[in-house]
């Protein structure tokens, strides 16, 4: 009788009041990869999503940054620096042998360069390209047979600046312009595995990225002396030390991190998220999409009619809320 009530009492505790296992509930935490986790955007995702219930696996480079991310429940903290394929490898091996799957990559870890496009040095350009669009892509492409297996999801996180081209942002720009190809193209290829995939284009939230801006400026032992443009570039500068581009004087990227669980969780998940703390930030960003528009249809064989033009956005307006 005493084994008989144990084993009773045992299969009690097992069972959630939704009558799920303790066995399934652990099964159905679905887990997610993001790099570049261990400070601003990428840490707010990845504490935003670990207080919802996924687990999250936060890559970070620095040792001190992996063990203060594991130490917060549901996050594992990860080595992984997207320029290193050794760190890429292993992490992928290490996630394979934790048995959890991978339900969502996000392509979070990004870096920026600026300065004038005719003087940026040919090895910051490449530093730029290497973090924002070949990480991704290296980072993509080892995980997709996981992504694939779940039937998941993967984001990038681009910029406002994929759409925005703007005086000294040139090389970030550049960037976040191939983010949203690569966005595009993605999507349609990984359409056949019954995968998501999406760009995230957050606006100007409190993130780490203008500090270390500075910090490779400063390492690289950058001047603005013998510029062409030397009034401008130290002007821009001196902007960014200013209280209109302190990030403490930002909004913290809480919105950001709900794009992203609304890419993960929603049945109808969106291509492109455009998240700004204000409406200036969205009008710029829209009027400049619209200002591309009209150059493209400017004054050529095939150029259409206001009322061409408008029919089109009217049918583009209908095909999205027929996918929602």
Do not use: C
């Not at 296992?21 to 887990?31: F, I, R």
């Not at 070949?134 to 999801?153: C, D, N, Q």
């Not at 570039?233 to 669980?261: I, W």
């Amino acid at each position: 009788m005493k084994n008989l009530f144990a084993a009773v009492m045992l299969l009690i505790l097992s069972v959630s009041p939704s009558g799920e296992s303790l066995a399934q509930q652990v099964d159905e935490q679905k887990a997610v990869l993001i790099t570049g986790a261990s400070t601003g955007i990428g840490r707010n995702m990845a504490e935003t999503l670990a207080k919802e219930g996924w687990f999250v696996y936060a890559g970070a480079r620095k040792q001190a940054d992996i063990d203060e991310l594991s130490a917060i429940d549901n996050i594992m903290g990860v080595r992984l620096d997207v320029n290193v394929q050794e760190d890429i490898d292993a992490a992928v091996a290490l996630i394979e042998s934790e048995g959890r799957g991978l339900f969502g990559l996000v392509n979070n870890a990004g870096v920026g360069v600026l300065g004038p496009l005719i003087e940026v040095a040919e090895e910051d350009m490449h530093f730029q390209m290497n973090v924002n669009v070949y990480g991704p892509y290296r980072v993509t492409r080892a995980f997709a047979p996981l992504i694939i297996e779940s039937k998941g999801r993967i984001t990038t996180t681009g910029s406002i600046s994929g759409i925005l081209s703007g005086f000294m942002f040139g090389p970030y720009s550049m960037s976040k312009h191939a983010v949203e190809a690569f966005t595009d193209s993605l999507a349609l290829e990984m359409r056949k595995f019954d995968v998501a995939v999406s760009v995230i284009e957050p606006g100007n939230y409190r993130s780490a990225i203008v500090d270390n801006i500075f910090e490779r400026l400063e390492a690289r032992g950058v001047s603005t002396e013998g510029s062409l443009y030397r009034e401008e570039y130290e002007r821009m500068l001196s902007n960014f030390q200013g209280e209109g581009y302190d990030r403490n004087y930002v909004k913290e990227p809480d919105e950001v991190s709900a794009a992203l669980l609304d890419f993960l969780s929603d049945d109808t998940p969106k291509r492109r998220y455009m998240v700004v703390p204000n409406e200036r930030s969205a009008e710029v960003t829209i009027r400049k999409a619209i200002a591309e528009l009209t150059e493209l249809n400017q004054d050529h064989v095939y150029t259409y009619s206001r009322d061409e033009l408008v029919a089109m956005l009217d049918e583009a307006l209908g095909a999205l809320e027929k996918e929602n």
